[in-house]
């Protein structure tokens, strides 16, 4: 955990995002590799750039069909982690159409595409997919977001026996960097949190079919801060 | 400042249930991260052998207090200031209360909420001492999230380990901003199963659970660990158990 340096490859997809770049942190901070993916070039030079020479970038769209598999087997991770975000408008589901709510869920697609790739990994592999706190504590306002997140652990359940022996595992964050007015305790959820916590589920060979909740307790209030 | 996100440097971390297994453990990987360990247990000759195996023993004390006797653990603790952290990886011989549900005697029943108490007691004698960002670690079973099989004789130390998770959760509540979790091990080769005829349950283990692997102290100490220095995680209950509840 300290001492212990692996040089394990981390693919992260999402990887100019902030979860993605704070994953990336703590495994370059282990000693590990991170591969960072996504579609901006530019972008993802310029973080890939600052994390120094254990991080690579490789620019990919997650959801063309095979490209996960074909990063898999381009650049040999031992895991993967999925940390897109979601580019769409959507909020209640009485006011969200279907369309909009299927953009959403792109999120979910490319768990579901890079769960299926996870299972070519070495079995010591693993893949870290992040869902959210609204999976289980919906709050009015943000239905379709709650539904996209209970779907990713649905996802995680059903395929954690069926990828074994590489391990699945999912961190749920809370509000990040937002007016801490949902948590148990007075501080705002930062991406170095989540990253952390990727990070635990990562390199524990015993964690498998794990949801962390990552959110402080989050658990009333608005994620407004009104 | 250090830069990786399990750091304990100068943090005190005390560990209660410190003179084998998971708790021996927790106290290695600890003193290794750079805390002030406290190792707790009732024999003082255990804990100082212990404190003599970690990176850092100078930089730790042992004390001999039992886990059930709360007034007796606040006098123990008088001079030790404020706390960071604390673990309860004590075990109150589980095995032992193990027993078909019709046949179990009364006493046997009782004692196995010896495990909620004890940590409960921990608890209340230590928790005001934990600084700001401080966490306590529960220890419970994945078999509070699963019940074991027909012939475990478990069924009552299994309701032990789901109070002892909702406690949890209601402390992380009640005690905020302490932080509270709570650890839901599998089968760990420890003391507590490998000294019971159980046949061979590391094999059975790497052949069986979803992540092929026995589980061993050290996984859960790493988990213990990462629960303890994220800042952001509290009234969570994590499972480290191969995928033990998903079979």
Not at chain 1, 203 to 225: F, M, Q
Not at chain 2, 39 to 45: A, E, F, K, P, Y
Not at chain 2, 53 to 77: K, M, W
Not at chain 2, 227 to 242: E, F, H, Q
Request: without cysteine; charged residues 15%; glycine residues 10%.
């Amino acid at each position: 955990m300290s001492a212990v340096t692996d040089t394990q490859r981390v693919l992260i997809l999402g990887g100019s995002g902030r979860m993605g770049r704070a994953t990336a942190k703590a495994v370059i901070e282990r000693g590990g590799t991170a591969i960072l993916v996504g579609r901006d070039a530019g972008k993802l030079s310029r973080v890939a750039g600052a994390l120094g020479d254990k991080a690579t970038a490789v620019v990919a769209d997650g959801n063309a069909d095979g490209a996960i598999s074909n990063l898999v087997t381009s650049e040999q991770p031992d895991h993967i982690v999925v940390a897109v975000s979601a580019s769409a408008r959507a909020s209640d589901i009485p006011g969200t159409s279907a369309d909009q709510a299927k953009r959403a869920f792109g999120r979910f697609w490319i768990s579901y595409a890079a769960v299926q790739a996870a299972a070519s990994l070495p079995s010591h592999g693993s893949i870290t997919l992040l869902s959210g706190s609204s999976a289980r504590t919906p709050a009015p306002g943000y239905g379709v977001w709650s539904t996209l997140h209970g779907s990713i652990e649905a996802l995680a359940r059903a395929a954690v026996i069926e990828i074994a022996p590489v391990r699945l595992n999912v961190v749920s964050p809370g509000g990040i960097d937002m007016s801490p007015d949902r948590q148990l305790v007075p501080r705002a959820g930062t991406a170095d949190d989540i990253g952390q916590a990727i990070a635990a589920l990562i390199y524990n060979p015993a964690i498998t079919g794990a949801v962390l909740d990552v959110d402080s307790g989050e658990r009333k209030g608005t994620w407004s801060g009104d | 400042m250090s830069l990786n996100p399990f750091d304990l440097t100068d943090q005190t971390v005390v560990i209660v249930g410190a003179s084998s297994g998971i708790g021996a453990a927790t106290a290695r990987l600890s003193s290794q991260l750079g805390s002030h360990v406290i190792l707790v247990s009732r024999s003082m000759d255990k804990l100082e052998a212990v404190r003599a195996t970690l990176p850092h023993p100078e930089n730790a004390r042992s004390i001999a207090a039992g886990y059930l006797d709360r007034d007796a653990l606040n006098a123990a603790f008088s001079d030790v200031g404020s706390i960071h952290h604390i673990v309860i990886p004590a075990v109150a011989n589980e095995n032992k209360k193990r027993g078909a549900f019709t046949a179990l005697p009364v006493d046997t029943m009782r004692a196995s909420f010896d495990k909620f108490w004890g940590q409960t007691f921990v608890v209340q004698a230590l928790g005001q001492r934990i600084v700001q960002g401080g966490s306590v670690t529960l220890f419970a079973s994945v078999a509070g999230l699963k019940p074991s099989g027909a012939d475990s004789g478990l069924s009552i130390m299994n309701g032990v380990q789901a109070a002892v998770m909702q406690t949890g959760r209601s402390l992380a509540i009640e005690l905020a901003p302490v932080r509270v979790n709570v650890l839901a091990p599998g089968v760990v080769l420890t003391s507590v199963w490998t000294s019971e005829p159980r046949g061979d349950l590391k094999s059975w283990m790497e052949k069986s659970l979803p992540a092929r692997i026995a589980g061993e102290p050290e996984h859960i100490a790493q988990a213990a660990v990462s629960l303890m220095t994220n800042r952001y995680i509290t009234g969570a209950v994590l499972p480290v158990d191969g995928g033990l509840q998903t079979t």
